[in-house]
C-alpha cells in the first residue's frame, strides 16, 4: 500500500532482477571481518595483509 492505502503493483520479475543483481552486497557483508578485526589485520599484518583479506571476499563474491 502506499501512503494514501492504494494498493501498489509492481512486476515481480523486475523486483526479483534488481534484488539478484544487488545480492553480492550482502553477500560481501557477512563475509567481511569485522571492523575490529580489519583494524587487528592492519596493525599486525599491515596495508597488505588488509587489503589481501578484503581483495579475497570480493572476489568470492563479484559484482554481476
Known amino acids: 500500500y502506499d501512503a494514501n492505502e492504494q ?3 509492481y ?4 523486483a526479483e532482477a534488481l534484488v539478484a543483481a544487488n545480492e553480492y552486497k550482502t553477500q560481501r557483508a557477512a563475509a ?3 571492523i575490529a ?6 596493525y599486525h599484518q599491515g596495508y597488505d595483509g588488509w587489503k589481501a583479506t578484503i581483495t579475497a ?4 563474491f563479484p559484482k554481476p
Open 7 to 9: 494498493v501498489v503493483e
Open 57 to 60: 571476499v570480493k572476489e568470492e
Open 32 to 34: 567481511y571481518p569485522s
Open 37 to 42: 578485526d580489519q583494524l587487528d589485520t592492519l
Open 11 to 14: 512486476d515481480r520479475a523486475v
